[in-house]
């Protein structure tokens, strides 16, 4: 028995010895140190001194500042490059930056013209010959660009001068100001190989260091044109899960959360260790694509009575802290072309669902079967679709839910339009119409369009945006988009279901972060420790 | 010993050829596409068949396999479609990571399993032994990726110990690469150990039990004696076959706690790529951590032929 004792001692003191060992690990490192408090005590400040570190949902897989319109990419890429425009992010009207200012010459001629004192992260000096250079890789097929439709009407570029360029037009197209904000600028005839690895931008902060699926970061660059270089170095750690991101946040190991989940928003109100910013319900949209190139769904009988059947009011209230608004128009309720009037449309009401049902020529649901997908990783969009599918039961459709992991949804809505319905986030970084409805816009009309918009169907909506595309007077173009809105909500072209706010939080100590309810346009350069 | 070594590693490149065809086909299969992913849903078809082409992915199937398997023989295992860099250099970066957790998790596995499982077996039935038996089942049936938040709840964020997620190299500052692989290496060995310990515990009450451990005893051999030089080794190669397998379950397991844990292994190299289908990199995550497998299978079968000289490739008479 003795033996027995002996083992297990000497398992006890292995297990001792291993404890102390953690325990000092735990205590010592050269890193700063943080104070051993809840997190329902007073948190101390964030660490004084190194970088400010934002946690990143994903990585990009490039540094080509036109090559992907990821979200994680894009809101690193406004902190290193820099385009003519900028979005306000009060009013998301396009404001001038690298441009100082443009001017239309004739409905199809555009003169920009830039600062003469901005250079490149290399020294080297913006010039209109690296804008035109810009704007042609940004249209390029090849570069990969889903924005690229936003400049289609481009025809030619003309440089003027060292800071004057002439945009010639093939037709008219407000929409081009819009893409003016899209353009990042790049030095002339850089390689795309270089573009793809190496970042040389004008904006205030430098690229330093991209280790790919782990962090990047970027210093301030303390010869930025505007004379105002950020305070401090930022590190993007990526961190894919929500739930690390937050873990993260509240125990120090970074200080900015970006486009927080809304369901999250209640629980870190309650944490002392960081504050919660949040932007308007702007840019950001729950949208659900309506196919009408399935037979039951080209009547718009039934895709009205879908409309009725969601009960977006709760949706908000009970998965998003009451924080989204329930929207019924496909422009952003911050902009210009926003129209008050389609506020109240479609409220949930299953018996006029019913009635709209019967007399598309399905009386109870009675042979409409319908499959709605979404893809995984967003559990606001299950929830939504489940309650869908719920109140379509109680119509007596067949909905089946499906959950596609983002590739196959991709495939699945944009190649082979194989859905009825699908949930999708619209974030265009546009509140100009002419964009949104642009060849690559989310609400494109055209062969890849995943909605009602067809130029055969729907004639009359096709000449109204047109016209709006056409016409450079900002009231006649707000009087055709709200004539837009009028028809869209009247055929229901396709389904706009709640705007949604970002969410942002900063650990205490923290300070700078403006809430863009784009985050697209999100700018760090103010971040500071106090 | 050579010999036998020498002919179980060559019996491993038909093996490495059959995974390539068999991780080609697979990845293949999924469905997606690198063009449609890198250029969004709002892409043409003009757009998208652009891409495809300058991606190489319009030629026959058959073409890019032969393409692939005669670079991988030259140690080329291709670029990335997404980031252009080679892959070697991205599996480069991620394998010490992963390579760290693995060891880490294991060595926490041992030395959580053998200890507990020695104690349990021969105190069988006693408040330890249960104690131990529902610790097991419960770390059988506990998700890594819960236990992970629990610890991270913890140990990061309650009690501000440890950090909550990350990777420092540690050629760039060791003592914060240790803390910071502590509640990952946790989370994977407790997993890890719960059933190693079963196993452990069950053949060492089996072995226990035989005669020659009565005939030692009656030889009056001390009883920690009898323990660890008889029963222990004897226990052993069971539970080395169990470690081969849990290990490779490891290879699995990884993908789950650098998720969690935001380590960029392995694991979420491979996870992202098939995100984004940038095939070239999935393939060479896959075609490695196989390689890794075949690696560990070929220590276990060694460590057989060490435990016991009779299993040994052509010995006469021997168990094979």
């Not at chain 2, 452990?200 to 009898?226: F, N, P, Q, S």
């Not at chain 2, 993908?255 to 289908?277: D, Q, S, T, Y």
């Amino acid at each position: 028995m003795l033996t027995k004792v002996s083992v297990g001692r000497s398992a006890g003191r292995l297990l001792v010895l291993a404890l102390a060992a953690a325990l000092v690990l735990s205590g010592c490192s050269k890193g700063t140190q943080t104070p051993q408090t809840g997190p329902d005590q007073p948190q101390a400040a964030a660490k004084k001194e190194g970088p400010i570190t934002v946690a990143l949902a994903g990585d990009t897989t490039t540094l080509d500042p036109s090559g992907t319109e990821l979200i994680t990419w894009a809101i690193v890429r406004n902190q290193v490059f820099e385009a003519l425009l900028k979005m306000d992010p009060k009013t998301l009207e396009m404001k001038p930056h690298i441009a100082q200012s443009w001017k239309w010459e004739d409905p199809t001629t555009l003169s920009i013209t830039i600062r003469p004192n901005v250079t490149f992260h290399d020294g080297q000096k913006l010039t209109a010959e690296d804008v035109k250079f810009s704007i042609l890789h940004f249209v390029d097929p090849t570069t990969g660009s889903p924005f690229r439709g936003r400049m289609a009407s481009v025809q030619a570029i003309d440089v003027v001068s060292e800071t004057e360029l002439k945009l010639r037009l093939s037709a008219p197209d407000a929409g081009v100001i819009g893409g003016l904000g899209q353009v990042f600028l790049v030095k002339k005839d850089t390689p795309v190989e270089t573009l793809k690895a190496k970042a040389n931008g004008t904006g205030p902060y430098k690229l330093v260091e991209w280790q790919q699926g782990n962090f990047i970061k970027l210093e301030p660059n303390t010869s930025y044109w505007n004379g105002s270089a950020p305070a401090q170095p930022l590190t993007f750690k990526i961190m894919s899960q929500m739930e690390t991101r937050i873990s993260s946040a509240l125990a120090g190991d970074v200080d900015v959360l970006l486009d927080v989940d809304l369901k999250e928003v209640p629980r870190l109100q309650k944490e002392s260790a960081v504050s919660l910013l949040l932007s308007s319900p702007g840019d950001n949209m729950w949208v659900a694509y309506l196919n009408a190139r399935r037979p039951a769904l080209k009547d718009e009988r039934v895709r009205k009575a879908l409309a009725y059947a969601l009960d977006r009011e709760t949706y908000v209230k009970a998965f998003q802290s009451g924080l989204a608004k329930v929207t019924n128009s496909p422009h952003s309720a911050l902009g210009a072309f926003y129209d008050k009037a389609t506020e109240g449309q479609y409220p949930y009401d299953l018996k006029k669902a019913a009635a709209l049902l019967a007399e598309a020529g399905y009386p109870g649901g009675k042979g409409l079967k319908l499959t709605l997908v979404f893809p995984s990783g967003y559990p606001d969009l299950k929830t939504g679709s489940e309650m869908w599918q719920s109140a379509l039961a109680e119509l007596g459709v067949q909905a089946e839910v499906k959950e596609l992991e983002l590739a196959a949804w991709s495939n699945a809505v944009a190649k082979q339009f194989d859905f009825d319905i699908a949930w999708d986030i619209k974030q265009d970084g546009a509140s100009d119409p002419a964009v949104l409805y642009s060849t690559t816009g989310s609400f494109a009309p055209g062969p890849t369009n995943r909605n009602a918009m067809f130029e055969d169907t729907y004639p009359e909506l096709t000449a109204l945006l047109k016209q709006g595309k056409g016409t450079l007077d900002p009231a006649e173009r707000v009087a055709t988009y709200h004539k837009v809105n009028e028809f869209w909500n009247e055929h229901m072209i396709q389904y706009t279901i709640a705007a949604k706010p970002v969410a942002y939080a900063v650990r205490k100590g923290v300070s700078g972060l403006d809430p863009h309810p784009s985050i697209r346009y999100l700018d760090l350069t103010k971040l500071k420790r106090q | 010993v050579r010999t036998y070594m020498t002919v179980r590693l060559a019996s491993t490149i038909p093996v490495l050829f059959l995974i390539t065809l068999i991780v080609f086909a697979i990845t293949y299969l999924i469905p997606g596409d690198p063009a449609t992913v890198m250029l969004g849903p709002d892409a043409s078809p003009d757009q998208i068949a652009a891409v495809r082409e300058e991606m190489g992915l319009n030629s026959p199937l058959t073409v890019r396999y032969a393409r692939w398997v005669s670079r991988v023989a030259q140690g080329d295992l291709g670029t990335s479609y997404f980031s252009q860099t080679p892959v070697s250099v991205l599996v480069r970066r991620a394998m010490p990571a992963s390579v760290q957790l693995m060891l880490f998790g294991t060595l926490i596995a041992l030395a959580i399993s053998i200890p507990a499982a020695l104690i349990s077996a021969t105190r069988k039935n006693s408040a330890f032994d249960m104690l131990a038996t529902v610790g097991a089942f419960a770390g059988i049936s506990t998700p890594s990726f819960w236990l992970g938040i629990v610890l991270v709840w913890l140990f990061a964020v309650r009690w501000r110990m440890l950090p909550a997620s990350g990777y420092v190299p540690p050629s760039e500052d060791l003592v914060r690469n240790l803390r910071g692989m502590i509640l990952p290496s946790i989370t994977l060995g407790l997993i890890m150990a719960a059933e190693l310990m079963r196993y452990l515990r069950a053949g060492l009450l089996k072995t226990l039990a035989d005669d020659y451990i009565l005939t030692a005893r009656m030889k009056g051999v001390r009883e920690w004696l009898i323990l660890l030089r008889h029963a222990f080794k004897n226990a052993l190669i069971p539970f080395v076959t169990v470690l081969g397998l849990a290990l490779a379950q490891l290879l699995g397991g990884t993908i789950v706690i650098e998720e969690v844990f935001a380590i960029p292994g392995m694991g979420r190299l491979g996870l992202n790529a098939i995100l984004n289908r940038d095939y070239m990199v999935v393939q060479a995550v896959v075609l490695v951590m196989a390689a890794a497998f075949l690696l560990v299978n070929l220590v276990v079968d060694i460590l057989y032929s060490v435990l016991d000289p009779r299993i040994r490739l052509g010995s006469r008479g021997g168990v094979k």
